[in-house]
């Protein structure tokens, strides 16, 4: 009997900073959402591909392509996709303007929610000030983030000899250092100013690696967060209302929705 996963409609779906050619992202967590979820407009808000990683060691493995080929197959199917490269795929921001297939290539967009705010989509690196002006200090903090990530594959192998679930030791130090938490904040006061000038009812991005949804600055902000840790992404459900899905963790409790069922033989 084969199994099949009941697919949840949505009008907008937001991700971004998948980072292909790191070696420990969740691409299959990522497949499996994306199998579980259509929507009118998929936006990828930047850094699906780490053109930095792969220009130091070309990591392409095969369920790259099968990612690849299901974002192909859903715009083939109707679903208008834009893609709006970030830092680390920022090569293809020579292409800003133009069509790869079906898939549409911009800086920046405004999303007119089912509601009738709008939303100013961007990546976030434009308002980095250490990746616009000091982009060497960006590199060390991107080896620093790879090392961390390697330390927490150790710190997890232990954990789960313990029996005890995933810890990540990026989001805990974005979470409880200070100084991570200031650098946080100051990002989030960029991305809501910028979005107040441009006169638009909120801001969507990514970047930063830290998903969250909130109007604490006076206007709405929303962060996809990542598929390196996290595994979240923000979908536009069809009353016009904006949800932050944290995917292992539905996966883990097993929400009706998207529980795995078996069809009927034939």
Known sequence: MAE???VRQVRAL?????????????????????????????????????????AKSWHW??????????????????????????????FLREYLGTYFGEIEFV?????????????????GDQFDVV???????????????????????VINWVRRRLGLQYWSLSAWAKQKVKNAVSVIG???????????????DGVICGHIHFADIHDRLGIQYL????????????????????????WTEMVAGQPRRFRLRRAAAS
Not at 112 to 121: E, H, P
Not at 134 to 151: C, E, M, Q
Not at 190 to 199: F, P
Request: glycine share 6%; charged share 25%; with cysteine.
């Open 186 to 200: 100051r990002f989030e006061e960029a991305l809501v100013h910028e979005a107040k000038v441009s006169g638009v």
């Open 107 to 123: 800086d920046r967009t405004i999303h007119t929610s089912a509601s009738g705010r709008t939303y100013l989509v961007i990546h």
């Open 61 to 90: 493995p095969a369920e790259y392509n099968v990612l690849a080929q299901l974002l192909l197959d859903k715009a083939n199917a109707g679903s208008r996709i834009v893609y709006l490269p970030g830092n680390h795929d920022e």
């Open 223 to 246: 962060n996809t967060g990542d598929w390196v840790e996290s595994c979240t992404a923000i979908v536009e459900n069809p009353d016009g209302n904006f949800e932050l899905i944290k």
């Open 4 to 6: 099949t996963r009941e």
């Open 14 to 54: 937001f991700l971004s900073d998948v980072h292909l050619g790191m070696k420990p992202v969740r691409v299959k967590q990522l497949i499996e959402f994306l199998r579980a979820h259509d929507a009118e407009t998929i936006y990828l808000v930047g850094d699906i591909v780490d053109g930095w990683r792969l």
């Open 131 to 153: 990746v616009m002006h000091a982009k060497w200090l960006a590199h060390v903090g991107d080896w620093a983030y790879n090392l961390a990530l390697r330390i927490n594959i």
